[in-house]
């Protein structure tokens, strides 16, 4: 979703982070946004890392449904 991305990236937030799938949409998809309003990072990795943190915040304040 990030073809910007190098493969030693993807594996240092692999293995820092276990999201779901519409997790990592989110955290795409936020990049994007950030990407168009302002410009392109030059360091892609910790624009990624701030992201996934957000992300990481939003789900402990979601509440859990179910048993």
Request: net charge negative.
């Given at each position: 979703?990030?073809?910007?991305?190098?493969?030693?990236?993807?594996?240092?937030?692999?293995s820092k982070y276990e999201f779901s799938?519409?997790?990592?949409?989110?955290?795409?998809?936020?990049?994007?946004?950030?990407?168009?309003?302002?410009?392109?990072s030059d360091d892609v990795l910790s624009?990624?890392?701030?992201?996934?943190?957000?992300?990481?915040?939003?789900?402990?304040?979601?509440?859990?449904?179910?048993?």
């Amino acid at each position: 979703m990030i073809p910007e991305l190098s493969e030693l990236d993807v594996h240092t937030l692999a293995s820092k982070y276990e999201f779901s799938g519409g997790q990592i949409e989110n955290i795409a998809r936020h990049y994007a946004i950030d990407s168009i309003l302002h410009g392109q990072s030059d360091d892609v990795l910790s624009m990624l890392i701030r992201h996934c943190d957000n992300e990481r915040l939003d789900e402990k304040d979601k509440r859990k449904i179910g048993f």
